[in-house]
C-alpha cells in the first residue's frame, strides 16, 4: 500500500504531515456515504502549547485502548473516539497561532502519534493525513481558504484524504483529472482509493494533476473538498486483513467542483528545500514505534496475568522464568533503540523547519528514514513476538491479540524500507541527498 503521493513542508517549527491506507467496517459490501455519517463535536478545550498537546493524548490513550480489540473485531468505525479527538482539541493543535492554534512543533506531534500508537494503531493512522494536508495548506494555501479551513478544523472538523490510485503504471501515476473551468475553479473526476478517515471525514485532500500555463505536462495539486459536496461519493470497502478501523474507503468525484482559492499547487513543494516529506514520514514512523511499545505492554501484560512458567525453568510464575525476562530485556532493548531514533528524527525535522536550508532538510529526510525502517522492523518484531512470549493460549481468537500483528505488518508496507535503506546508504557513503518526493 504505498499508493500514496504526499506533498510540501513548512516554515516554522513546527508542523503537519502525510497520508496512507487505512480500514473499514463490518459490511463486506461497498457502501456509498454521501457526507459525513457522524456529526462532529467542537472541542471543549484550546490546545496552548506542546506541553499542552502531548498531556491531551496522555489522558485520551486509555480510553481509546479499552475497544480497539472489539472495534478490529467488528470492524466498528471509531466514530466517538474520534469524536473524543476533536473535543480534546489536538486536531487543531498544529494549526499556526495568528488563525487561533497552537502552532505545535514536530517533535510534540510525532510523540502524540506515538501515544496514540501505543492505544490503537488504526486510529492513530487516522489523524496522520489530517496532520499532513494542514500542513500542505499552511505552505500554499492563500489566507482566506486557510483561515476557512483552520476555522473548521479548531471546531472539531476532521480532514482526510484522497490520493491513492491503483490503475496507473507506479503508485504515483494518477487518472484523477483537476479541469480548470472557463468561469474559475475547477471540476474533478475520478476515483482515489484506501482513503483513509475518509469515511469520517469532514474535508477530502485530493491529489490529482491539472494543466499549469507554459508546462507539456499537468502537475500535481491539491484540491480541499467537502466531503459532502455534490458529486462526492465514499464507500466503505476497505477489506485488509490489518488496520481494519483505519475508516477508509475507495472515493468517487464526479464532476465535483471546487472554488479557486481551495486548490494549491502541489508540484511546488518539491522545487525547494522543506520538510514535507521528512514530517510526512515522521508520523508513520511514530505509529510504528508507539505500536512496537503497545504490543510489548500487552505481551508483559499476559505473561503476568495468564502465562504459565515452562516446567524445566523450576519457578513458580511465568515472569520468573529466565528465559522468558531474557527474551524480554531484548525487545525492550530493540523498542527503546525505536523511541531514541524516533526522538531525533522529530529534533532534526524541528530544527529544518525553522531553517529549511538543503543540508538541514536532507539531514531531516535521513534521519527520519533511520527511525522509519527501525520503528517499522520494532512493530512487526514485538506484535510477532507476542505469541512467542504468552504463549498457546494468546493465539486464541477470541482475545484478538493477533490484531497488533496484522496492524504492524500491514502499516509496514505503506512504502518499502529497502529504498529507505538504499538512500541512507547513499547519504552515508556519497554524500548523496535523498529525493524530494515526499517519502523521504
Keep these: 500500500m504505498s499508493d500514496t503521493f504526499f506533498a510540501p513542508d513548512s516554515a516554522r517549527p513546527a508542523a503537519t504531515a502525510g497520508d496512507t491506507p487505512g480500514a473499514t467496517t463490518a ?243 518539491f522545487t525547494r528545500p522543506t520538510t514535507y516529506g521528512a514530517y510526512a514520514q515522521l508520523l508513520h514512523t511514530a505509529i510504528d514505534v508507539g505500536a512496537a511499545r503497545g504490543a510489548l505492554g500487552r505481551a508483559g501484560e499476559f505473561v503476568r496475568t495468564s502465562s504459565r512458567p515452562w516446567f524445566e525453568a523450576g519457578v513458580e510464575a511465568a515472569r520468573e522464568d529466565p528465559l522468558l525476562v531474557q527474551r524480554f530485556g531484548e525487545l525492550e532493548v530493540q523498542v527503546r533503540a525505536a523511541e531514541a531514533l524516533l526522538a531525533t528524527a522529530a529534533a532534526r525535522v524541528q530544527e529544518a523547519d525553522a531553517l529549511p536550508t538543503a543540508d538541514a532538510t536532507a539531514e531531516a529526510s535521513i534521519a527520519v528514514a533511520a527511525a522509519k525502517v527501525a520503528g517499522g522492523q520494532a512493530a512487526v518484531d514485538t506484535a510477532s513476538a507476542l505469541f512467542e512470549l504468552c504463549g498457546t493460549r494468546a493465539a486464541a481468537d477470541s482475545l484478538n491479540l493477533h490484531r497488533h500483528w496484522r496492524d504492524a505488518r500491514t502499516h509496514t508496507v505503506h512504502d518499502p524500507a529497502r529504498w529507505k535503506v538504499h538512500h541512507i546508504g547513499q547519504y552515508s557513503l556519497n554524500g548523496r541527498r535523498p529525493p524530494r518526493h515526499g517519502q523521504l
Excluded at 48 to 57: Q, W
Excluded at 78 to 106: K, Q
Excluded at 117 to 139: C, E, N, V, W, Y
Design 27 to 269: 459490511d463486506p459490501a461497498p457502501h456509498p456515504h454521501a457526507g459525513p455519517p457522524h456529526p462532529r463535536s467542537g472541542p471543549s478545550r484550546v490546545i496552548a502549547d506542546d506541553a499542552g498537546a502531548v498531556a491531551a493524548a496522555r489522558e485520551l490513550v486509555g480510553h481509546l485502548a479499552e475497544g480497539a480489540d472489539e472495534r478490529d473485531r467488528e470492524r466498528r468505525l471509531p466514530a466517538e473516539e474520534v469524536r473524543a479527538i476533536g473535543r480534546s482539541g489536538l486536531l487543531g493543535a498544529t494549526v499556526p497561532r495568528p488563525d487561533g492554534g497552537a502552532d505545535i512543533g514536530a517533535v510534540a506531534v510525532a510523540e502524540v502519534m506515538r501515544l496514540l500508537g501505543t492505544a490503537d494503531l488504526s486510529l492513530a493512522q487516522i489523524l496522520q493525513p489530517h496532520f499532513a494536508f494542514l500542513k500542505a495548506l499552511r505552505l500554499r494555501a492563500r489566507p482566506g481558504a486557510a483561515r476557512r479551513l483552520h476555522g473548521a478544523v479548531l471546531a472539531g472538523s476532521l480532514l482526510s484524504n484522497a490520493q491513492a490510485e491503483r490503475s496507473g503504471r507506479t503508485a504515483h501515476t494518477h487518472a484523477t483529472r483537476l479541469e480548470r473551468l472557463a468561469g474559475g475553479g475547477y471540476r474533478i473526476n475520478g476515483t482515489k482509493y484506501y482513503a483513509t478517515g475518509s469515511l469520517l471525514a469532514d474535508w477530502l485532500a485530493v491529489v490529482a494533476p491539472a494543466e499549469v500555463p507554459g508546462e507539456p505536462e499537468p502537475l500535481p495539486h491539491i484540491a480541499y473538498v467537502e466531503r459532502g459536496a455534490r458529486g462526492v461519493e465514499v464507500a466503505d470497502d476497505w477489506d485488509g486483513m490489518g488496520q481494519r478501523t483505519t475508516a477508509s474507503g475507495t472515493v468517487r468525484f464526479t464532476d465535483v467542483d471546487v472554488a479557486e482559492d481551495l486548490v494549491i499547487p502541489h508540484y511546488l513543494t
